[in-house]
């Protein structure tokens, strides 16, 4: 089995004084060895909440994985004990967060950020683990590593911080590394030299990689393939050509239109996609998107549209698909996107 | 940060002078003098106490020669305890109000921080009303109503412990916890409310992503930062349980300065006032200069000395 990670039907659910959140709701999603899955979506479409549940670091009280199963290496990770989960969680799976000038402890040195959970999973002796804390450093490209690996988070920039994040979610060579927005407090300069160095990294590591992030570019530049949320559900999977130049979604369609893009005009609109996202206390039985779709018809609004397979890669849950349906094309068949390097 | 200590040791000083100056002024003003009682004192008696102490000079004179005794370390006689010297009462009365602060401030920082932990951890629970429960009571009951209660129950009705006097550990035990009482309760609810905003932290959930057992991430992650407010507060802690000790020394008969210092009021014995005074508020000063250096090690944001963070 090439998949690293396999999800199927996941719901979770947030218990609150206003009633249970419904956050992710039936979410499919594999990721492969060495490959990057990119998950875009507005906010709240439960990218985050998706990607918490495969650390289980869901806040349970209120969260609760309802359904679903999360496989890693056989295990069911909905299943495993915690202490497992222990065992598991920042040694075979590692997470980087959002905001790197909150998410590193101010009051301990970078050094035993780094080197504490070389400690507790692979019971390394302090100057090893010390030793190890240096190289990663050395690794994500800090300067004097020596030096600053017993600096405080306080020495380091936000890039800086980032980098160092980076270097404690992959001291123990996890094969998986999730990464939640990771360069969206950055400045643009900045995002691209983290970005650059997790692609670099994932080449000598052959990590997969899980980016969250609402920046088709960054999408375009570091993915693979791409799962479009949206309402708690992937709408459309595929591999970032299929996603970028041929997709098949409507709302696919909509965040492509409403990407800011650097050759284009000054002149030239954004536009948003109207509406708001659906109230996930009592989602809508058909399509999530049907309230804000251009193209919505009357089954949308009945019934949840079947998952359809474009490719072996591509897959979309859109009622246009359907052989009745009429044909609508995309809107974004003028915005030809460059994809990156690969 | 060698400059930096001493320029906070030149400001002690400075702030210490204005206290006794202020002292100085206020306690003339107040009306009557050590020599007030009931049963009236002949005419020339009195003229040769107030000689005596030096009293008859005009204030600005008496300010001089005090403030000049001060810098050479003499604090004068007691006018009410004859020949005692006000360094030795202070001498004599300082080790025992030492233990008795030490006592119930180890007594409030401990078990503040335990509870206050406890509660953040069981958050919402039975465990957390209950304390805080307790820590309201504690923030509302002065120690003049808690040290007789204890008094009556823990020592006369159940005979667990001593109501009063000083030289055994066990005579120790009630004034402790009775003058504990509101700083546990402040430490409590600090704790409860810095533990619970750290827990919330960025940084916590980093260090949970680690993998990371709960009771290291509370130990290495949460705790040391959550402490960081109780620091803070050790400064107006020791305040509290000073002014505190005043009344409990005098309510469990404690032979220690807080003790002398009540009874130097009411009898105006004018040399004990400024004595006593002078020493607590050196002391303070002293407690609060050492917050922040232990503040300073514990944070490392915080560089002492330096204008930004
Ligand atoms: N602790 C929580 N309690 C209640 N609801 C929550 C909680 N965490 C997330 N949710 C809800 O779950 C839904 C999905 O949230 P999630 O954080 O996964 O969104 P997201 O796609 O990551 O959005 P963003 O791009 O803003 O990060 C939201 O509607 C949110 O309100
Ligand atoms: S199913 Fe209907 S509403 Fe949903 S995206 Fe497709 S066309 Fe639009
Ligand atoms: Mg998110």
Redesign the pocket.
């Known amino acids: 089995m090439k998949n690293v990670l396999e999800i199927n039907n996941l719901h979770v659910s947030?218990q609150?004084y206003a009633g249970e959140?419904h956050?992710?709701r039936g979410v499919d999603l594999h990721l492969e060895k060495g490959e990057t899955l990119a998950i875009v979506?507005?906010?709240?479409?439960?990218?985050?909440?998706?990607a918490q549940s495969v650390m289980r670091l869901i806040?349970s009280p209120?969260?609760k994985i309802k359904q679903g199963e999360i496989l890693f290496e056989e295990k069911d990770l909905t299943k495993v004990s915690q202490r497992d989960m222990f065992r598991l969680r920042g040694s075979e799976i590692g997470m980087i967060f959002q905001d790197p000038m909150t998410s590193l402890n101010p009051t301990m040195t970078v050094g035993k950020q780094i080197m504490e959970g070389l400690k507790w999973h692979q019971k390394m002796n302090l100057s090893d683990a010390k030793k190890r804390a240096v190289e990663m450093l050395r690794l994500v490209g800090i300067p004097l590593p020596e030096k600053r690996v017993n600096q405080y988070p306080h020495q380091f920039s936000g890039g800086m911080r980032q980098r160092a994040m980076i270097a404690i979610a992959l001291a123990c060579n996890p094969k998986i590394l999730i990464a939640?927005?990771p360069t969206t407090a950055l400045d643009v300069t900045i995002q691209a030299q983290i970005l650059e160095l997790m692609k670099e990294l994932q080449h000598k590591t052959e990590t997969a990689i899980i980016l969250?992030t609402?920046d088709l570019g960054v999408v375009a530049e570091s993915a693979e393939r791409v799962a479009v949320?949206y309402g708690?559900k992937v709408v459309e999977t595929g591999r970032v050509e299929e996603i970028f130049n041929r997709s098949r979604h409507p709302y696919t369609w909509g965040l492509m239109g409403s990407m800011p893009r650097l050759d284009w005009q000054q002149d030239v609109e954004l536009h948003p996609i109207p509406g708001s996202p659906p109230d996930?206390f009592d989602p809508p039985k058909g399509c999530p998107f049907a309230d804000r779709c251009p193209h919505a018809m009357h089954i949308c609004h009945e019934e949840m549209p079947e998952e359809t397979e474009v490719s072996d890669s591509h897959r979309v849950s859109c009622w246009l698909e359907h052989p009745q349906a009429p044909s609508v094309s995309g809107e974004n068949n003028n915005v030809k996107v460059h994809i990156g390097s690969k | 940060m060698l400059r930096y200590i001493g320029k906070r040791l030149l400001i002690m000083l400075i702030t210490l002078w204005l206290i006794s100056t202020l002292t100085f002024i206020l306690m003339n003003s107040i009306p009557g003098d050590p020599f007030t009682s009931e049963k009236k004192l002949p005419e020339s008696t009195l003229e040769n106490l107030k000689a005596q102490y030096g009293l008859d000079k005009p204030l600005p004179m008496q300010y001089v020669v005090y403030m000049n005794n001060l810098i050479h370390g003499d604090l004068g006689f007691s006018i009410k305890n004859v020949n005692r010297s006000v360094n030795d009462m202070l001498a004599d009365g300082f080790p025992v109000s030492a233990q008795l602060g030490a006592q119930a401030m180890i007594l409030a920082i401990f078990a503040g921080i335990l509870m206050g932990t406890v509660a953040a951890l069981r958050q919402n629970r039975m465990s957390d009303y209950s304390l805080m429960v307790l820590a309201v009571i504690g923030l509302s009951i002065p120690n003049f109503v808690i040290a007789p209660l204890f008094q009556k129950y823990f020592g006369l009705n159940w005979e667990l412990l001593p109501i009063a006097g000083w030289g055994n550990f066990d005579q120790t035990i009630l004034p402790s916890i009775a003058l504990a009482f509101t700083p546990l309760a402040l430490v409590t609810r600090l704790m409860r409310s810095s533990m619970l905003e750290v827990l919330g932290q960025d940084y916590i959930r980093t260090a949970r992503a680690k993998g990371l057992p709960p009771i290291r991430v509370i130990s290495f992650h949460t705790l040391r930062n959550a402490i960081i407010p109780v620091i803070t507060l050790i400064g107006p802690l020791t305040a509290a349980i000073l002014t505190g000790s005043f009344v409990v020394e005098k309510i469990f008969s404690i032979p220690g300065i807080g003790k002398y210092f009540v009874e130097s009021i009411i009898n105006r014995d004018y040399p004990v006032i400024m004595g006593a005074t002078i020493f607590f508020s050196a002391f303070l000063i002293l407690m609060n200069f050492l917050v922040d250096l232990a503040y300073g090690y514990i944070d490392p944001r915080i560089k002492l000395g330096k204008k930004e963070a």
């Open positions: 947030f609150t959140v956050a992710v979506g507005e906010s709240g479409s439960g990218k985050s909440v998706t806040p209120p969260g939640d927005e969250i609402h949320m708690g996930l």
